[in-house]
């Protein structure tokens, strides 16, 4: 018998199953707009891509619809398995070892504060939020149990951004970040014991030394499945492309939640619930193996890192998309109360923690304030209530993101607040302003530092050379150029020599000396062209951010490298070409601003390259507008650069 398909059957079939996806895609592009514009006024991205949600969702456009949704769950599944990886992943025992003691007593003190306070105000507040006052006492009890294991997160991404940012350290950042961290870890195990008592209270079964077995049992059990998981990953990182590690990464994560789901559906020893799996601690654990316990720890977070912008873009915004927006407005009084029941939670736990651990140092009474920020993980537990839960799981996942986005927003500035009280922050100094002499300082004395003194100086820089030694003046002869004494590596020493008058620095002395100077000079001169000739390539990432580190070995190889694929644009680089020059000019004429290079009649034989602006380069063209402050790469005869750069001067 022929088999009949019915084209046009099957097309309508397809678009029905596509179009939802299709209207997610445009709103997860419109979300990563918006969140880029909160961006710009110093709020959260997540607040932009869950307020993208929000309006696109059923309840204000209605651009995607409620029937959808359901459709949107692996793709859930998939963000809540990578925010597991993830958490495991930030989870480095090294980061806490030093101040173990004093962040073991803060987060056990606050885990039992926030869980003790936070379930009492949950019960208290039964009769004022709608769909609790309708529920059995025993369902009340697992809500509160739930709402208040979610108050306990913290949010590891949100904190380590500050602190980079502030580039701060010292025993206080150390101990906020070590306790923020471990936290997920933490309150991931105990939100799959509140979910497997939840369970236990929502199904009116009895709760015995059986069943308390049962869930210690369920715990190694998903430890167990996340070194396995862990083994996978390891293989994962070992392939070469990054599209197939992070297809793949996501696709095990997906896997998880399925055999969770066929694990839930067996019943083991004749008990009346089944086998409980927490997905997100599998996760977790899986994460934490890799980066503990293997070679490719590095390679894993930084694949993590590569897929964490898309995946948190499209987890935020599905989340906006879900979000019960009637639920949040009967319940906005209810989150500003439950927002402050965590905070006094939170300041009285590490109150406590500090008391236990004797910590007397500085800025301890402060600690509390270091801990209010909330992000991934939070929302992942309520997305999990949501979907264990059928019967109150979306409200009180609403309620929950809803107290969270609060936490989110107030949290960093609160973060960043404190860590300059305690005086942790190592942020750059103000830019000094350009005297109108161009003053380079170059530290260590040596052939090539000599050498350097002549280039710069035959293209009209004033330039000191700095040695640490008395005994480079014994062969001081009267060609030399001008050298001065530092003593020592001090803010004083370097104000001595007039740092702040410097465009440029650069070090030529060990590493540990000039990451001492580089770090002095970030924060007490805001110098922005400082250059480190490297003696150890594996001390790169400690000048990131600082200077521009360059390796000698590679940058030989680079240089070479040029000469065989570029050979003019590499002669033209260093100058080879007595007739032409490379110049770098400051743009700060007011009457040149928002002017397009294409109607500054420049001179014809220059030409400009490219344009670095608020650190990013601009590949320009005759259509780019020039900004103040744009540091412009040009290329021509020196008496047009000479012009070109009386022309951009103020």
Not at 434 to 444: E, H, L, M, N, Y
Not at 487 to 494: D, S
Request: charged letters at 15%.
């Amino acid at each position: 018998m022929p088999i009949i398909i019915d084209y046009n059957a099957a097309m309508e079939s397809f678009i029905a199953l596509s179009v939802p996806f299709v209207a997610l895609l445009i709103v997860v592009f419109a979300s990563q707009k918006i969140g880029d514009l909160f961006s710009q006024f110093k709020l959260p991205l997540i607040s932009g891509f869950l307020a993208a949600g929000v309006i696109a969702g059923p309840f204000v456009l209605n651009f995607v619809h409620t029937d959808n949704i359901p459709q949107f769950k692996f793709l859930g599944q998939i963000a809540l398995a990578f925010i597991g990886f993830a958490a495991g992943a930030e989870l480095e025992l090294q980061v806490i070892r030093g101040y173990f003691r004093s962040i073991i007593s803060t987060i056990g003190a606050q885990v039992i504060v926030v869980l003790a306070i936070g379930i009492t105000a949950f019960v208290l507040i039964q009769d004022m939020v709608p769909f609790m006052e309708v529920l059995p006492q025993r369902e009340v009890l697992a809500v509160a149990m739930l709402g208040a294991t979610i108050m306990i997160a913290r949010s590891p991404s949100s904190a380590l951004a500050i602190i980079k940012e502030l580039r701060a350290h010292g025993p206080f950042t150390h101990k906020v970040l070590g306790a923020t961290v471990l936290m997920d870890a933490v309150v991931i195990i105990i939100f799959a014991i509140s979910v497997s008592v939840a369970d236990v209270l929502v199904k009116g079964a009895a709760f015995n030394m059986g069943l308390f077995i049962f869930v210690v049992f369920e715990i190694l059990l998903d430890i167990g499945l996340g070194i396995l998981i862990g083994l996978f990953l390891r293989l994962i990182v070992f392939l070469p492309s990054l599209l197939i590690q992070g297809t793949l990464i996501l696709l095990l994560g997906l896997s998880v939640f399925f055999l969770s789901v066929e694990l839930h559906n067996f019943h083991l020893f004749g008990l009346p619930i089944g086998l409980f799996s927490e997905p997100l601690l599998v996760c977790l654990i899986a994460g934490f193996y890799v980066t503990n316990y293997s070679r490719v720890a590095l390679d894993f977070r930084h694949v993590l890192e590569k897929m964490s912008p898309g995946v948190f873009l499209l987890f935020f915004t599905l989340v906006g998309i879900e979000l019960q927006v009637e639920t949040l407005g009967q319940v906005w009084k209810i989150m500003l109360f439950l927002c402050t029941v965590r905070f006094v939670g939170i300041f009285v736990g590490c109150l406590l923690g500090n008391t236990i651990a004797q910590e007397r140092s500085s800025g301890s009474y402060l600690l509390g304030f270091g801990f209010i920020t909330q992000a991934g993980v939070s929302v992942g537990l309520a997305k999990e209530v949501a979907v264990e839960f059928s019967t109150w799981g979306n409200e009180l996942a609403t309620l929950s993101i809803g107290v969270i986005v609060i936490n989110q927003i107030v949290g960093p500035p609160i973060l960043k607040w404190v860590i300059n009280r305690v005086g942790e922050s190592h942020t750059r100094a103000a830019k000094p302003e350009f005297d109108g002499v161009r003053d380079a300082i170059i530290f260590g004395v040596e052939g090539q530092s000599i050498k350097l003194v002549r280039q710069l100086e035959s293209h009209e820089w004033n330039v000191i050379l700095v040695t640490l030694s008395k005994e480079i003046f014994a062969n001081k002869t009267v060609e030399s150029p001008q050298i001065e004494f530092m003593p020592e590596i001090t803010e004083t020493a370097l104000r001595e020599l007039d740092i702040e008058r410097a465009e440029s620095v650069v070090l030529m002395l060990s590493d540990e000396e000039n990451l001492t100077i580089c770090e002095l000079i970030y924060e007490k001169f805001g110098i922005e062209n400082v250059i480190a000739r490297l003696q150890d390539p594996n001390n790169f990432e400690k000048f990131q951010g600082l200077a521009l580190a360059v390796n000698p070995e590679t940058a030989m190889v680079n240089l070479l490298d040029q000469f065989v694929r570029s050979p003019f644009a590499a002669s033209l680089l260093l100058g080879m070409d007595p007739d032409e020059e490379f110049m770098e000019i400051e743009m700060n004429n007011p009457d040149l601003n928002g002017v397009a290079i294409r109607d500054i009649h420049l001179p014809h034989d220059a030409l400009i390259l490219s344009i670095s602006r608020s650190g990013s380069r601009l590949i320009s063209h005759g259509y780019t507008r020039l900004e103040i402050g744009d540091h412009i790469a040009v290329v021509g005869l020196p008496d047009s650069l000479a012009e070109i750069e009386v022309r951009f001067e103020p």
